[in-house]
């Protein structure tokens, strides 16, 4: 069972030669190996995970060179349930993106771009949730950066290179502090493994063990976009095509917050950061769900809450007990489900209607019950409605701090329950403006275009010829309609600069791989019982460490 652990980061990797090779023919067939490779990452990831509850740690040392001079890959209970929730993502958004028309629109492109940046991208994370060790957790996040370049801008838009270099730029600053700090992990320890760090790391004076935690920290908190780290996120999110988008926001920010719990667990137990960490979650859910509050454009909303509810697994982590840990976790997982949910939702409305601007949206419940049911359903997920999954994480949470009894815990239970309460109004503000409001005259109508890189550029020209500024009448370049679109407000635009033309009748496949994703975030709730025991597992797992340091060293 250990030689099937390399597997979800090299099939992605070698199926991406073979695209690369093709290049843009063969579309059914690129459409095929994509879905082919995806699903048995998904099958590996259950095995993997499975294994692991059963027998421990797996782990492999690439090419038979042990610790600290090879490449060790290692699945526990952590690792694999994390590859197997995100490989079911990650094949839900491939099956959506398909049926948005997003791959079969590489005809002009000199290579195939979106099917191996987003396999390049698969493997990323799937390297990034196996690592066992910092140099490789470091490429796996490097790996991530290249890929979701390639995706934040493909288009060609100006909006989305303005929000691509801002990410790649923050995202190349982390990696520096990241590489700075594994150069001094590995000056004071002499390796950078996993298990060899955890023994090591305790011999280690301990001012210098705190700058190393807080070093690693800041890294992972600007890659999960907590508070004050994440001012990046809202702009650069929102402006890319729906699938990805949702696969951004469900996806990479856990990373980070995986790496976290990680490194916290095994690397640095006990409570030097605690109290930081706790203020950082508090200001995650209050700055994040007071945003969210504020904001009128769907897609933008969804971003505010992202911060909001990371605060939340940076609570359980900041506790550092068995159920705080388990309910994080599960947090975890139910936010990588709901969250991308509600961003693919995001992507059907703004392919119905032209737009996500919540002041030009009404009559959906009507006029698309379907379309409706898929987005409350998440909407109250996230907001934590009893007995959904969100509730079951937040409650979880919230009685570890409790149980706790601290004056920082005991803040971070209030701040909890009051984000939360935030989150369902948010939820009920969406609601009641884009579903249960009747429309608003001069919504769009079936047939419109949205932006393209050739509107953008048009757009780019007229406001040179305006000295640099917008008409009286606010009007934007390239919405496609000739209204007035608000400030703020996030226009589409198709890949490789081809336009979008909104359709009353949305595509199946996008409806199916949405209607899945809500019954995926459902289970979590039919299935509370059995995760919450896997968590509570894998919980005690990793703060005990012996496990896995035993599974590494073999001793």
């Known amino acids: 069972m250990n030689a099937l652990v390399p597997l979800p980061v090299l099939l992605p990797l070698c199926v991406t030669g073979l695209k690369l090779a093709i290049g843009p023919r063969l579309h059914r067939f690129q459409r095929f190996i994509s879905l082919a490779v ?6 590996l990831s259950v095995l993997l995970m499975v294994a692991a509850d059963r027998h ?6 690439l090419g038979d060179f042990a610790p600290p001079v090879g490449i060790t890959l290692v699945a526990d209970r952590l690792s694999g349930l994390m590859l197997t929730v995100s490989s079911a993502v990650t094949l839900l958004v491939l099956v959506y993106s398909l049926g948005q028309g997003m791959a079969d629109r590489d005809d002009h492109a000199p290579v195939g771009v979106f099917h191996p940046a987003y396999l390049i991208l698969v493997a990323g994370v799937s390297c990034t949730f196996l690592a066992g060790d910092l140099v490789n957790l470091y490429v796996g996040f490097e790996i ?3 890929a979701s370049f390639v995706l934040l801008t493909i288009g060609g838009t100006a909006t989305r290179i303005r929000a691509g270099s801002t990410y790649v730029i923050i995202s190349l600053f982390s990696s520096v502090l990241f590489l700075v700090a594994i150069a001094m992990t590995y000056a004071v320890a002499g390796t950078v493994n996993f298990a060899q760090l955890a023994q090591r790391l305790q011999e280690v004076p301990l001012g210098v063990r705190t700058l190393l ?3 690693l920290l800041t890294v992972f908190a600007i890659k999960a976009a907590v508070f004050p780290l994440a001012a990046w ?3 650069s999110y929102p402006t890319a095509p729906a699938p990805v988008t949702a696969v951004f926001a469900g996806l990479l920010t856990k990373v980070g917050v995986y790496s976290m719990l990680r490194t916290q667990t095994l690397l640095f137990p006990g409570h030097r950061l605690g109290d930081l960490l706790m203020l950082a979650a508090l200001a995650s859910m209050a700055v994040g769900i007071l945003g969210a509050v504020a904001q009128t454009d769907l897609k933008r909303v969804l971003s505010f809450t992202l911060i909001s509810h990371i605060g939340y697994m940076v609570f359980g982590i900041a506790l550092a007990g068995r159920g705080s840990i388990s309910g994080a976790i599960v947090y975890v997982a139910h936010h990588i489900t709901v969250q991308t949910t509600l961003f693919l939702v995001a992507g059907l409305i703004e392919r119905r209607d032209g737009t996500t601007e919540l002041t030009r949206l009404g009559g959906l419940a009507k006029a698309a019950p379907l379309l409706a049911v898929l987005f409350f359903v998440p909407a109250m997920n996230l907001a934590g409605i009893p007995p959904l999954s969100g509730f079951i994480g937040k409650l979880g949470l919230m009685r570890a701090g409790v149980a706790d009894g601290g004056a920082w815990a005991w803040a971070l239970v209030a701040g909890s329950a ?4 935030l989150t369902l109004y948010v939820m009920a503000k969406v609601w009641n403006l884009a579903f249960w409001r009747d429309a608003p005259p001069g919504a769009e109508e079936e047939g419109v275009v949205l932006e393209s890189a050739e509107d953008d550029e048009e757009g780019d020209d007229e406001e040179e010829e305006n000295e640099g500024g917008a008409s009286d009448e606010g009007e934007a370049a390239g919405a496609g309609s000739g209204l007035p679109v608000p400030a703020g407000a996030v226009v589409a635009a198709g890949f490789l600069g081809q336009s979008i033309t909104t359709t009353k009748r949305l595509p199946w496949p996008m409806l199916a791989a949405t209607g899945v994703a809500v019954a995926l975030g459902l289970s979590y709730t039919v299935l509370g019982g059995p995760l919450t025991t896997f968590t509570q597992a894998a919980a005690t797992e990793l703060l005990a460490r ?8 073999g001793r």
Do not use: C, K, N, R
Request: net charge negative.
């Open 56 to 61: 421990g740690p797996l782990s492999v040392h």
């Open 213 to 215: 935690e807080a070093m």
């Open 418 to 421: 009051a984000t939360s309460l």
């Open 233 to 235: 996120l809202p702009d």
């Open 144 to 146: 991530m950066l290249v």
């Open 546 to 553: 012996t496990p896995y340091i035993e599974a590494v060293l």
């Open 38 to 43: 995806l699903g048995a990452v998904l099958v």
